[in-house]
């Protein structure tokens, strides 16, 4: 297949972006053949901009979000709760938080969720940070955040058991059917849930 | 929405990913993430990858395919046809019909095709050297491979009318129902000109 590219430097690029996840070696092509379009100081910007973002990236020392200062500018906020910490997985789920602008208090990104069959454990995420800032600050709440899926649900309960001897107050955000969809199409379970799950009338306005 | 991204690091790569064509600031995000989990040896070589790609790009003198020497792999080929040249838009043209194993002629990379919306005109492209390929060399036919547009149909009458004084045979290649395709669901235009352009029935087995 090696003779399917005319050249090796293009034949590089097309595996370089195929390596990408979501990235197919079609896909991969119509992107090389756009950077040679462009500008040499256009693509070096564009090399140098992930090269300069892995080598420079700061993680935030409290919360270990993606930030440009040791501690990033939610934590460093002084107008955030600093008495509840949301548990998420990545710093995408802090941005889908943030969206709402629901959402005062501070985060903990733990960088995963535990996942033997990927061989994540509770000691390659943030678990351990959590516990210490939890013992060592004046928390009132942890929010878990992380998915509901079997590793999500691990994650959680790992977390649970964890921060259970501090006495510390443990939510988890609120699962049921989305606003606009309709009861017969939604899932057993999140149906099922959210009956049990009901809330006072008056507090479905807030 | 800057705020939205907890790094100016981070932003600026997922802009630049977010550049590229088919790729909205959703996948982007995705793939920044996924390079941040890279070691840095293997981002440095992604993001190396391309910019010397970009200025070690070579096209072969002849064809314009893109190349890693002056004169490409299929121009310097003893056993291709030199008397036959394809006319193409782009390399991944040239792949297409690579891939098929049926032709043993040469390639004309044009670089694309005459589209005044775009500003690209025949000066735009390399119709001049292929004028000067089939005076100076011995060729026998050239064969038009582009587009069934607009603009492709510009384009091939340009060049048709740039060779017609040279003498030169023109033809193009045979548009008609894809093989295993219905006809009820065929398109009339491409039907009637496989009607038109029929073949012998003992050339359909070639």
């Known amino acids: 297949m090696s003779q399917l590219y005319s050249s090796t430097l293009l034949e590089n690029a097309v595996n370089e972006f195929a390596k990408l996840p979501g990235i197919g070696r079609k896909t991969a092509l119509r992107l090389v053949l756009h950077l040679l379009k ?3 100081e256009d693509v070096e910007l564009f090399g140098n901009t992930f090269i ?3 080598k ?4 935030c020392k ?3 979000n993606i930030s440009d200062t040791e501690v990033c500018h939610i934590c460093s906020n002084p107008g955030r709760d600093a008495q509840t910490i949301c548990v998420v997985e990545n710093i995408k789920d802090v941005m889908a938080i943030e969206n709402t602008q629901q959402y005062k208090g501070l985060y903990h990104v733990l960088g995963g969720i535990i996942s033997p069959m990927d061989g994540v454990g509770p000691n390659d995420l943030e678990i351990e940070s959590l ?3 939890v013992q060592d600050e004046e928390i009132k709440e942890v929010i878990l955040a992380l998915s509901t899926t079997m590793e999500g649900d691990t994650t959680n309960f790992y977390i649970f058991r964890k921060l259970s001897p501090t006495g510390i107050k443990i939510t988890t955000i609120a699962r049921g059917i989305a606003i606009g969809d309709e009861l017969e199409y939604a899932d057993e379970v999140t149906l099922g849930r959210s009956i049990v799950n009901r809330v006072d009338f008056t507090n479905s306005f807030k």
């Open 38 to 40: 462009q500008s040499e």
């Open 52 to 54: 300069r973002l892995r």
């Open 56 to 59: 420079e990236i700061i993680y």
């Open 62 to 64: 409290v919360c270990h």
């Open 131 to 133: 516990v210490k800032r």
